[in-house]
């Protein structure tokens, strides 16, 4: 019996060393995850900081934005422009404002397909009112086919909250960016913090030249 106890104390510490041990992995595991993203975080910083130096722009850190920079500058180079923002608009509580328009590049969701898709409207994160979403932006004809490409609306589980098309007036068939817009009135269940997918119409149907952009929202 004493001997039966023994081993199943000894089985017991076994046990209790390798699940130790693996939550020690898994904490490391996460952290070097967390590190890599920190880092990603940081070079794309420093990137869009160089950018606003290059182009003479004024550089506000804590919102990874550039003022006074052309709107060509800035979406070529990734950022998303404002051409008349608020010079109080990160300071609610201000007691005096002045009225005027400040051009701002945001830096702080970068758009990695700048030389397929530019968005003009909407901005990351802004808050968009009573439902009614415009999406005004150009890209290169290659995006499209047949003079449209697929626009998908998703909630932050993955979920198709909406799925149509972007029509252009102008030619497609060209290396050029093509203009678009669509003034969309988005069914009244669709709240929340949102993803806006912009993607490129593929007739291939080949997964490998699928591409998209995602710009998070948020629908009052």
């Known amino acids: 019996m004493k001997k039966k106890i023994s081993k199943n104390l000894v089985i017991s510490f076994l046990i209790s060393i390798i699940v130790v041990c693996a939550v020690i992995i898994i904490v490391q595991q996460l952290d070097l995850l967390n590190t890599d993203r920190d880092d990603v975080s940081k070079t794309k910083t420093l990137l869009a900081l160089k950018k606003c130096e290059n182009y003479k722009g004024f550089w506000i ?33 201000a007691e005096m404002c002045t009225m005027q328009c400040v051009p701002v590049c945001d ?3 970068l758009n990695s397909k700048a030389e397929k898709i530019r968005v003009l409207y909407p901005r990351p994160n ?17 995006w499209y086919f047949e003079a449209s490409f697929p626009i998908l609306i998703k909630n932050i589980k993955g979920d198709t909250l909406y799925s149509g098309n972007i029509m252009t007036r102008q030619d497609w068939m060209t290396n050029d960016f093509v203009s678009f817009r669509k003034d969309l009135k988005l069914p009244p269940d669709i709240k929340g913090k949102v993803l806006l997918i912009l993607k490129n119409d593929n007739p291939s149907g080949v997964p490998e030249k699928d591409e998209e952009l995602v710009i998070p929202l948020k629908i009052k």
């Open 61 to 93: 850190d804590d919102f990874s934005e550039c003022e006074y920079i052309s709107e060509d500058d800035c979406l070529t180079n990734g950022g998303y422009f404002n051409s008349c923002a608020s010079a109080c608009r990160h300071d609610a509580n």
């Open 126 to 142: 802004i808050t968009v009112e009573n439902s009614y979403l415009e999406i005004i932006g150009q890209a290169r004809g290659s």
């Open 107 to 109: 830096y702080s969701v």
